[in-house]
């Protein structure tokens, strides 16, 4: 079974300033898709950046960029000059690409709460 | 516009009630899933449904029922055999490009 691990709890980082979440997985799998979703206060989850696994070139979305290493098996969120509405909880989840007779859902971290500091 | 509206956004229950967490989405997908987020625990898979008549259960199941008749529902009944029911309930959908979800704004159910 795949697994998703986020070690970071929480993180705090000042306003203006980077910050990097750390996600790990397990998997057997060669192709599969990797995403990082936000949670804010409101708690609808937002997707903010996908990753698939056969590719080679990091993903960016304006200020979010993640560092792929799939040898590793990791998956980090790197989030720039950080703003006041970064503040979430953010979800790393991991999907085969080739479901098979399994669900097609994600599997989730469980999460790291962002705090930014004005 | 299209997405996932799901009903009611708050819910209170008595004990020994069951209750039915309402899921309706008109992005014309076919897969659509109920997820158990709770503090600390990320979000749990509690059934999905890939096909309209068709359902499966996810990791934990137990104490819920759903059904499909129609693409665009996916209701989620929480029986009275679910022990600890109070959590936040969350519905997505599967989009076909590159298989992310897309989610509704969630349901929070609390038992007094």
């Known amino acids: 079974a795949q697994t998703v691990t986020q070690s970071q709890p929480e993180m705090s980082v000042q306003e203006a300033e980077t910050v990097t979440l750390s996600c790990t997985y397990d998997?057997?799998?060669?192709?599969?898709?990797l995403f990082w979703y936000k949670q804010p206060p409101s708690r609808q989850m937002i997707l903010v950046i996908r990753q698939e696994a056969y590719k080679q070139q990091n993903a960016t979305e304006n200020r979010f960029s993640v560092n792929f290493q799939k040898a590793a098996k990791s998956f980090s969120l790197k989030i720039s000059d950080s703003q006041l509405g970064d503040a979430a909880m953010y979800f790393c989840?991991?999907?085969?690409?080739?479901?098979?007779?399994?669900?097609?859902?994600?599997?989730f971290g469980k999460g790291t709460h962002l705090i930014i500091q004005p | 516009d299209g997405g996932i509206t799901q009903s009611p956004k708050y819910l209170f229950r008595k004990e020994g009630q069951n209750v039915t967490l309402s899921c309706e989405q008109n992005?014309?997908?076919?897969?659509m899933y109920w997820y158990r987020q709770d503090p600390g625990q990320g979000l749990r898979l509690i059934y999905y449904?890939?096909?309209?008549?068709?359902?499966q259960k996810g990791d934990i199941a137990e104490g819920y029922s759903v059904s499909r008749e129609k693409k665009e529902s996916f209701p989620l009944t929480v029986t009275s055999a679910q022990k600890n029911p109070t959590a936040f309930y969350l519905c997505?959908?599967?989009?076909?490009?590159?298989?992310?979800?897309?989610f509704g704004e969630g349901s929070r159910l609390t038992v007094l």
């Open positions: 992005l014309n997908h076919d897969a």
């Open positions: 997505a959908s599967l989009t076909g490009g590159y298989g992310e979800l897309f």
């Open positions: 449904s890939q096909i309209v008549n068709d359902f």
């Open positions: 989840a991991y999907r085969p690409m080739y479901s098979g007779g399994g669900a097609d859902g994600l599997t």
């Open positions: 998997t057997s799998e060669s192709d599969y898709y």
